[in-house]
């Protein structure tokens, strides 16, 4: 007996760790029984541009025999402002590192990532689960699209924001936060259930040499590629942590929303974004006051912000990938 179908959209800016969490997304997919059915992938300006970012998902999803899951090019500029050109020096001029994915023979769908995701959650009306590791562009103008939206959508999952520690991009910002703060604040302010995955729990769950180096000895397509376009990333993140490793940010956002990990501390509670234009800006501002008396219950409060984890993810991330 096949176990019932869940439908997850993704929405990306695929760069690096993008490209671990589709490879995460398509691994548990596979997995008898899972039930997990990849139904939609958008993309959106960020690490690279739309355009770029849906290239490569493309790539990806062709290296791994899925080109049957349609991609849908999203948005190139932000709500207010314009898209800067993305985050090279992080994840490569290509946005994977540089590495050189063989083209794939299928191309982007024709209509937009927020028609996508607008269209996909009628088709699957209170079942769609949405994932967000990019800038949350297309989440709001598919909001605009249709309002009724939260209410077709089962969840929300979103990499993203800083709670209790410094942002990545400014001191208070984190990056998909940053880059479209006024989309981000239309996400958090409609009436559907968020669970926030931030700096707070990816920053400490990294990536060493021995894991990069046990993807590229597998042999395997997929994690083969990963484990080099990690190399550029590993580079980057020297100047983070002191030494090779990496966040595993997106990745680690697909494994919440699949309800694979043991969360350690995650409160619901209410959660705004800084849109004004001084040194706050792009900040997620979590009302995580009532952590003094195990975060009583809060009017209003529609957003889970996980905190930490039980366990570290790293170990998961690497068996899912080697299969992936
Ligand atoms: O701040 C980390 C986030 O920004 C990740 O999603 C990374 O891919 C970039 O989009
Ligand atoms: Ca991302």
């Given at each position: 007996m096949t176990s019932a179908r869940t439908p997850y959209y993704l929405d990306c800016d695929t760069g690096i760790d993008d490209a671990l969490a589709i490879a995460y997304l398509l691994a548990a997919a596979a997995q008898p029984d899972s039930g997990v059915d990849i139904v939609g992938i958008g993309s959106v300006s960020g690490n690279v541009s739309a355009a770029m970012g849906a290239s490569n998902t493309l790539d990806l999803l062709a290296l791994a025999g899925r080109s049957d899951i349609p991609v849908a090019v999203g948005a190139h500029h932000p709500k207010v402002g314009e898209f800067r050109g993305g985050a090279p020096h992080v994840h490569g001029e290509n946005g994977i590192g540089n590495v050189e994915l063989e083209r794939s023979a299928a191309s982007a769908v024709s209509e937009s990532a927020a028609e996508m995701l607008v269209r996909l959650a009628h088709k699957h009306a209170g079942e769609l689960r949405v994932i967000a590791v990019g800038p949350l562009t297309n989440i709001a103008d598919a909001l605009h699209l249709d309002p009724t939206l939260p209410g077709l959508v089962k969840e929300l999952t979103i990499m993203g924001g800083a709670a209790l520690v410094p942002g990545n991009i400014t001191a208070v910002a984190e990056a998909n936060i940053a880059n479209d703060a006024d989309a981000a604040s239309d996400v958090f302010a409609a009436d559907w259930f968020i669970t926030l995955v931030p700096?707070?729990?990816?920053?400490p769950n990294v990536f060493l040499e021995e894991h990069r180096a046990a993807l590229i000895r597998s042999g395997r397509p997929v994690a083969s590629a990963l484990g080099h376009m990690l190399d550029h990333y590993f580079e980057f993140y020297v100047g983070v942590y002191g030494h090779r490793a990496s966040a595993l940010h997106d990745p680690l956002a697909v494994a919440v929303a699949l309800g694979d990990l043991a969360l350690k501390s995650a409160p619901v509670v209410r959660v705004v974004v800084d849109t004004t234009d001084?040194?706050?800006?792009?900040?997620?501002?979590?009302?995580?006051?009532?952590m003094y008396n195990g975060y009583p219950e809060q009017s209003g409060a529609h957003t889970r912000v996980v905190l930490s984890l039980e366990d570290d993810f790293a170990p998961t991330l690497l068996a899912r990938l080697l299969v992936a």
């Open positions: 700096l707070d729990v990816t920053m001084g040194p706050g800006r792009g900040q997620t501002v979590c009302d995580l006051r009532g």
